[in-house]
């Protein structure tokens, strides 16, 4: 007995052949037994259930009935085209079905008087029902089919229809594979994980998301899958991240110097939250050994960000270094600059602000001073990452939104030194710390979860369209109480380069 493993080639599998092999590959990028079994449907239908043609009420809704061909002739239209109109009926009564392409060849493959299962969409045109291009299936196919129940609905394209390869062909050729695979899908999660997260095997959730009994097995299969994506996924970022701290070496900031200790003991208006310490210490961590530093801090917007990344900028300061805080807008970068300014006004420290506004005569002192190192901390925009930018000693790099930087931005950063700089990353956004993992798994995640004293708690709401004038009410209540608004929008003037309307 021949034996096929997921790299077999697709050719060699029952009812594809050299030709549809080609077109496989060329229009599905399926290869091999693996590339077909990895052709997931995209939905399902339920063809579980049975009407009767009297039953019929909705247009465009999905039916499914038992009944016979009484009546099939060709009827002229326009031009040389003709089209093939049957008469389907049941118990119950009769309704009409057409065809519009390929008239001749479905009317050779009908049988009149023979019992079929009718499938499709009810058109309502002319007063009656009718249904244009359903699907038919002689009974006694239907219930030796494996297709019964949760049918699965695959992608396919007009070449692959034109050779039979549309949704149920490709049901057919998976109904041949599975068999011939019997044995090859190996397990690839260890038993106690399988065993503590309840999940079925991997070889049953690859016939169960192709062939699914009902909807319960279809879900068991879809975790299961889904959890294997996760899963490597998770392995992978995991990997580099490994490779990343074996890679590259970050500075050592060993000393917690003059400007850290002034700034914490008599400058800091505020005491610390348990949540800006602990973040801190493991700022501290990262940097003092020598390892590079790439790590995420989120909290809500007043949850003390902005004090914990000046922090760990006099950390870099104190040990002889540079620092940067990039921001995505200028109207942020002039923010930090000013709160930073003033934060620091009483230490030793110079700190700029560098935007695509900054003046050139500006700009001529300000890269003097970064590069003789009389400049400590630079505050800006995209304006940071310019080639003509350069540092005595950056040690560290702080970016404020992350989503708002690509990866080849934050390398152009990395490239401002012989040594990657330390990478601090600020983000207000929610996420929950599962999906966190995975978005960012490169990335060592802290979160900022307590507020200050004082502040109030800031709660986020959702609204869908059809409140928009119960909101503009509760706007306007909260301006008559002195309160103030503001509201995010795409864009305040036209543009030619975005396509949103504008405000």
């Not at 998976?174 to 019997?182: A, F, H």
């Not at 065993?195 to 095997?201: A, D, T």
């Not at 800091?268 to 310490?277: D, N």
């Amino acid at each position: 007995m021949q034996h096929y493993t997921l790299d077999t080639s697709i050719e060699y599998l029952k009812g594809v052949g050299p030709a549809k092999a080609e077109l496989l590959k060329k229009e599905a990028q399926i290869f091999s037994f693996g590339d077909l079994l990895h052709l997931f449907p995209f939905r399902y239908v339920d063809r579980s259930q049975f009407y009767t043609i009297a039953e019929i009420r909705d247009a465009d809704t999905e039916v499914q009935i038992v009944g016979r061909i009484t009546q099939l002739e060709e009827v002229a239209g326009k031009g040389r085209h003709k089209r093939l109109v049957a008469t389907f009926t049941d118990k119950t009564g009769s309704v009409e079905l057409v065809w519009f392409q390929g008239a001749r060849w479905i009317k050779t493959a009908l049988k009149v008087n023979e019992p079929y299962v009718l499938f499709g969409k009810p058109n309502w045109y002319l007063n009656k029902f009718s249904f244009p291009h359903p699907e038919l299936e002689l009974l006694e196919d239907f219930k030796a089919s494996p297709l019964k129940g949760l049918q699965p609905v695959y992608p396919s394209t007009e070449k692959l229809n034109a050779k039979g390869l549309n949704s149920r062909g490709i049901s057919k050729l998976l109904k041949n594979l599975i068999p011939q695979l019997k044995g090859a899908i190996q397990e690839v999660l260890p038993d106690y994980l399988i065993s503590r997260y309840h999940l079925q095997s991997l070889e049953k959730a690859y016939v169960d998301v192709h062939f699914p009994s009902n909807l319960e097995e279809l879900e068991q299969a879809r975790r299961r899958l889904k959890f294997n994506e996760l899963f490597f996924l998770q392995m992978e970022l995991i990997r580099q991240k490994e490779v990343h701290r074996h890679k590259y070496r970050g500075f050592a900031f060993r000393e917690l110097g003059e400007n850290f200790n002034r700034f914490f003991e008599g400058i800091l208006p505020f005491e610390l939250t348990g949540a800006q310490k602990r973040v801190l210490k493991e700022i501290r961590q990262d940097i003092r050994n020598g390892a590079h530093m790439n790590r995420l801090v989120q909290g809500d917007v007043g949850s003390g960000k902005t004090i914990v990344a000046l922090m760990a900028a006099l950390m870099a300061i104190d040990n002889g270094f540079q620092a940067c805080l990039m921001a995505p807008t200028e109207i942020l970068a002039n923010q930090h600059y000013q709160g930073l300014s003033e934060l620091t006004a009483d230490l030793p420290i110079n700190i700029a602000l560098l935007t695509g506004s900054t003046k050139a005569s500006e700009r001529k002192v300000l890269h003097e001073q970064l590069q003789n190192g009389e400049l400590h901390l630079l505050v800006g925009t995209h304006a940071l990452l310019e080639e003509k930018v350069k540092y005595k000693n950056l040690g560290l790099a702080i970016v404020d939104e992350q989503h708002r930087f690509g990866v080849a931005q934050r390398a152009r950063l990395w490239k401002k030194n012989a040594l990657p700089p330390h990478i601090l990353i600020m983000t207000a956004t929610p996420i929950p710390r599962t999906l966190a993992m995975t978005l960012y798994g490169n990335l060592d995640i802290s979160v900022i979860d307590e507020l200050p004293p004082g502040r109030k708690p800031i709660t986020t709401v959702h609204r869908f369209d059809t409140n928009r004038l119960k909101v503009f009410g509760f706007l306007k209540e909260e301006i008559a109480k002195g309160r103030q608004v503001y509201i995010v929008y795409p864009l305040i003037e036209e543009s030619e380069k975005m396509d949103y309307k504008d405000l």
